[in-house]
């Protein structure tokens, strides 16, 4: 079964606007993980924010946020104020548990326009 | 460096040869992953190390595929006979195991074609 549903299209986005990138997840496991990486033409998975299970807050990193709803089982991510370095592959990933693997989405591609 | 270097960036290899990969992790990360990303997906895992101890597999990494850590350092992935099918990006990464939030850092990856 996946574990992580990432089923958005590639998405324009105008410069300096805010785009949310939707992640649905699917655990039994009380105890999780849930990260977002960017992925440039480079190939380098790039770390961006990061949200516990028992975080009580949505995690913020400078411009960017997590949308987690844990009963809906969504961490959706939020950029705001795109710039065209945001041009990029995101991808979800989830840890569950003591395990250490993280599991991927298939991703999604976003395309900055000045 | 701070990074996580992987090498060579690129390879590519006629069917049937053997190619190594291999991956130094940020110092002092003691965690040490190797992934599998094809075309249009995201990366799979394939394999974990705790120091030197080669901890889980996935069932991914057939019996051609082998991967080592001997020092606790450096790791590198095997491939032996190589097929088409093993056509994709090679990702290593590697964490600090602290208890809380353990994020991986990933290099640039090594690009396998096989033709």
């Known amino acids: 079964a996946q574990k992580i549903t990432q089923t958005q299209p590639g998405m324009f986005v105008q410069e300096k606007e805010a785009v949310t990138l939707d992640c649905t997840y699917d655990?039994?496991?009380?105890?999780?993980?849930l990260f977002w990486y960017k992925q440039p033409s480079s190939g380098e998975m790039i770390f961006l924010i990061y949200?516990?299970?028992?975080?009580?807050q949505n995690a913020t990193e400078g411009r960017y946020s997590l949308n987690f709803q844990k009963a809906r089982k969504s961490a959706n991510l939020v950029i705001s104020a795109s710039q065209l370095g945001d041009s990029a592959m995101y991808f979800c990933?989830?840890?569950?548990?003591?395990?250490?693997?993280?599991?991927f989405g298939k991703g999604n591609q976003v395309v900055v326009i000045p | 460096d701070t990074g996580v270097s992987q090498n060579p960036r690129h390879k590519i290899t006629k069917r049937g040869q053997n190619v190594t990969f291999r991956c130094d992790p940020i110092?002092?990360?003691?965690?040490l992953y190797w992934y599998r990303q094809t075309l249009g997906q995201g990366p799979e895992f394939l394999t974990y190390?705790?120091?030197?101890?080669?901890?889980?597999k996935s069932r991914l990494l057939s019996d051609r595929f082998s991967a080592e850590r001997p020092k606790g350092s450096f790791s590198t992935l095997e491939i032996q006979r190589t097929e088409q099918g093993d056509s994709a990006m090679y990702l290593c990464?590697?964490?600090?195991?602290?208890?809380?939030?353990?994020?991986?850092?990933f290099g640039q990856g090594t690009r396998l074609t096989v033709v």
């Open positions: 190390f705790q120091n030197e101890a080669q901890l889980e």
């Open positions: 990464a590697s964490s600090l195991s602290t208890g809380g939030q353990t994020e991986a850092f």
């Open positions: 990933a989830m840890r569950e548990g003591r395990v250490n693997r993280l599991a």
């Open positions: 655990t039994s496991d009380p105890s999780y993980g």
């Open positions: 110092s002092e990360h003691n965690r």
């Open positions: 949200q516990g299970s028992y975080d009580q």
